[in-house]
Every structure is written in structure tokens, then in C-alpha cells.
């Protein structure tokens, strides 16, 4: 080969050279896919107020995603939707996704969401198209077709077992550990909120102890609600323990403000 053929033959193999290194060097990216085999009501429709859009997905992944069935307009997602949540799918199978407008208005493609991979992305998967129409009366009277009930109890069904298996697993050193620091925290929290305003009450006079009875004011307040709403509906303060910090760092910091100002103004002499 002449010296000529080897400046032409070296830049024509080089870019083959380099895909296929790279080829090589590159993870396979794990492979997904799903398509719309029916739903509820049909393609076609006009649904009542908030009335769902029901849809059976198969799919097939070699990874755990999530699916979700999203409502588009025009090429355009519809604002006005509430839509399924998902839980992790993983091999082949079935899956129920749905949609729902808020307010009147139309849909005419329903789009199939997948998220998951490393790192975490969310990709279109499939495109169904529909001509569906939300109206401002009520929903339609008439049963659901079988599939809905069955692939939504299915789904339940897999919520309780997952529920349960992370029940069942042991608690670490390093969980119990957070949980008992956090509700010493917690029971920190709620005593100096009220001992130190307190205590200040007790040594102040004249407006400045009005001014710190207003902390001690503020907390009762809200352990008083706490203990009257969950009397009547134990689910209105499933985050009270961070009701209490909370509060009862204000009532520290409403005190520790007054300190200054009492310094400032000279009345700490």
C-alpha cells in the first residue's frame, strides 16, 4: 500500500475504530416498553365532572420504573389533570393508569410516562391517541369494565404486602438511635419553651413580664389544639412532634430577643 492509500485509509477506519470503543466502554441502557391494550371508558368519550380515564398497560422492563398515564392536548400536557400515582414495575405484566380533568375541557392522546434508570429520568414510552371530553355535569351512571377492579385490587394487594415487609424488617442501631434523639428533642423542646418563659415571667416585672408570658401563651396554645383536634380526629396531627419543636424554639427565640433588649435598654441591671 502506498503512503498515499494510508493517509486516505487511516481517517476512514479511525471514526469506526473509536465507535466501537466506545460501544464497548458504554453500559447497555436497560431496555423498557409498554403500550396501551384498552381502556375505560372507550377511546371515544364524554366524561362527567372529574370523572377517570382508565388505562390497561402491558409492559415489558429490564429495570424498575414507574408508569404513569398522562393526558395531552395539541401536543401539549393538560394542566387541569390529576393523574395516577405508580408503584414500581418490574419483568412483564399489567398495570392501571388514570386520569382525571378537573374543569371541562378535552384530551385527544394519552401518553405513557416511565421513570426510573441510573440516574433517575423520566421518558415517554408510548402515545395512544382519543377523543375524550370532560364535561361540567356529573359522571356518567355504569360499571367499571372487570380489568379496572382487578388490576386495582392487584395493586392494592402489593401496597399491604410491601407495607408489610418493611414492618417486618428490624429496626437498626443507627434508626433508634435518630428516633430517641429526635424525641428527646422533641420533650426538650416543649420543657424549656415553657420553663424559660416561665422562669422569666417569674423574675420580670412590669411589661417585660407581660411580654414574656407571650411565648408561654403561644405554646399552650398549640399543645391545647394538638390535644383537642386529635380528640376528635386522630389523623388532623400526624406531625405534631414537629409542631412542638417548632413552637418551642420560638418561645426560646421570642425569650432570647427580650434578653437583648432588656441588656439594651438596661433593665437586666
Known amino acids: 500500500m502506498s503512503m498515499l492509500q494510508r493517509l ?10 473509536l465507535a466501537a470503543m466506545l460501544a464497548v466502554a458504554s453500559p447497555a441502557r436497560a431496555a423498557s416498553e409498554a403500550r396501551v391494550i384498552d381502556t375505560d371508558p372507550s377511546r ?13 398497560i402491558e409492559y415489558r422492563t429490564d429495570e424498575p420504573i414507574t408508569l404513569w398515564a398522562r393526558p395531552y392536548l395539541d401536543g401539549h400536557a393538560v394542566e387541569t389533570a390529576m393523574s395516577n400515582a405508580s408503584e414500581k414495575y418490574s419483568g412483564s405484566g399489567e398495570a392501571l393508569g388514570w386520569f382525571a380533568l378537573t374543569e371541562p375541557g378535552a384530551v385527544d ?4 410516562i416511565a421513570g426510573g434508570s441510573q440516574p433517575y429520568r423520566e421518558w415517554e414510552i408510548a402515545r395512544e391517541p382519543v377523543q375524550l371530553r370532560w364535561s361540567a355535569g356529573e359522571a356518567p351512571s355504569g360499571s367499571a369494565q372487570p380489568w379496572v377492579g382487578e388490576l386495582s385490587a392487584a395493586a392494592e394487594a402489593r401496597q399491604r404486602e410491601e407495607a408489610q415487609r418493611r414492618a417486618s424488617e ?13 424525641m428527646l428533642l422533641v420533650l426538650g423542646s416543649g420543657i424549656a419553651g415553657i ?9 420580670w416585672h412590669g411589661g417585660w413580664r407581660i ?3 407571650v411565648p408561654v401563651a403561644i405554646l399552650a396554645f398549640v399543645v391545647l389544639r394538638i390535644v383537642i383536634d386529635t380528640a376528635r380526629d386522630p389523623t388532623s396531627h400526624n406531625l405534631w412532634p414537629f409542631e412542638i ?4 424554639l420560638l418561645a426560646l427565640g421570642i425569650i432570647a430577643a427580650l ?7 438596661g433593665a437586666e441591671a
Open 8 to 17: 486516505v485509509h487511516v481517517p476512514c477506519v479511525f471514526p469506526a475504530m
Open 259 to 265: 434578653k437583648i433588649a432588656r441588656r439594651l435598654t
Open 211 to 213: 411580654a414574656a408570658a
Open 245 to 248: 419543636v417548632m413552637f418551642g
Open 195 to 203: 420553663a424559660v418563659p416561665v422562669r422569666s415571667m417569674w423574675k
Open 170 to 182: 428490624p429496626v437498626s442501631g443507627g434508626d433508634i438511635a435518630f428516633f430517641s434523639g429526635f
Open 109 to 112: 392522546e394519552v401518553r405513557i
Open 44 to 56: 371515544s368519550a364524554t366524561l362527567g365532572r372529574q370523572q377517570s380515564f382508565h388505562v390497561r
